[in-house]
């Protein structure tokens, strides 16, 4: 299977400060297709997952372009321009590309 | 809008059985793909199963294969899950998900399992 490495796994980020989260894979995420299958979702304490962004830098609808994703091959990231308290949560990035689909450990962002 | 209420968890004992229910509204649900992922309590997400639009073909992790099944009624705009042999490290809450690669993931609340003696 895909294994999917996040770090840090916690992260105490002052508002209004930028953060970044590092997701490696231990395959490359390209599909036959040449998309390369790569998400981001955050989960809120007590709520269900919700995606953030797909296909490796495109944003779901609703979600303010203070997150960015970017990357290729087995090294992506997830950036957040300027945190705010409602980003807490833990975030997980997630292949697409490969069966099973397999998610990184978590991140878990807290406010200073 | 697009809704997907879990049913079915609850405490059950090892080697039990278990059916989750998912409803779900607001598309075309004989369209798309459905799965079941999972989240050990305070633990990550582990993706369970999928089936495909017509429910032909299904997928499985290895550590539930042969033991779980995944299955849809295209005119009940339903998914199940049907859990056997279940063990401890089964526990967590299951979620019914509408993934798409590129056209958007929608999830359900969640419905907890709890296998314990």
């Known amino acids: 299977d895909v294994v999917m490495t996040q770090s840090p796994l916690s992260l105490p980020v002052t508002p209004g400060q930028p953060a970044s989260i590092s997701c490696r894979s231990s395959?490359?995420?390209?599909?036959?297709?040449?998309?390369?299958?790569l998400d981001w979702f955050q989960q809120r304490p007590g709520q269900s997952p919700r995606r953030l962004i797909y296909?490796?830098?495109k944003w779901e609808s609703g979600v303010p372009d203070r997150f960015s994703g970017s990357g290729s091959g087995t090294d992506f990231t997830l950036k957040i321009s300027r945190v705010e308290a409602d980003d807490v949560g833990v975030y997980y990035c997630m292949q697409g590309t490969i069966w099973p689909f397999t998610f990184g450990q978590g991140t878990k962002l807290e406010i200073k | 809008e697009v809704q997907l209420v879990e049913s079915g968890g609850g405490l059950v004992q090892p080697g039990g059985s278990l059916r989750l229910s998912c409803a779900t509204s607001?598309?075309?649900?004989?369209?798309?793909?459905m799965t079941w992922v999972r989240q050990a309590p305070g633990k990550g997400l582990e993706w369970v199963a999928n089936?495909?639009?017509?429910?032909?073909?299904?997928d499985y992790v290895d550590s539930v294969k042969g033991r779980f099944t995944i299955s849809r009624d295209n005119a009940e705009n339903s998914l199940y899950l049907q859990m056997n042999s279940l063990r401890a490290e089964d526990t967590a809450v299951y979620y019914c998900v509408r993934y798409t690669r590129l056209s958007g993931a929608d999830w359900g609340q969640g419905t907890l399992v709890t296998v314990s003696s």
């Open positions: 607001g598309f075309t649900f004989r369209t798309y793909w």
């Open positions: 296909n490796v830098s």
């Open positions: 395959h490359r995420l390209v599909h036959t297709d040449g998309n390369t299958y």
């Open positions: 089936t495909n639009a017509d429910g032909s073909r299904a």
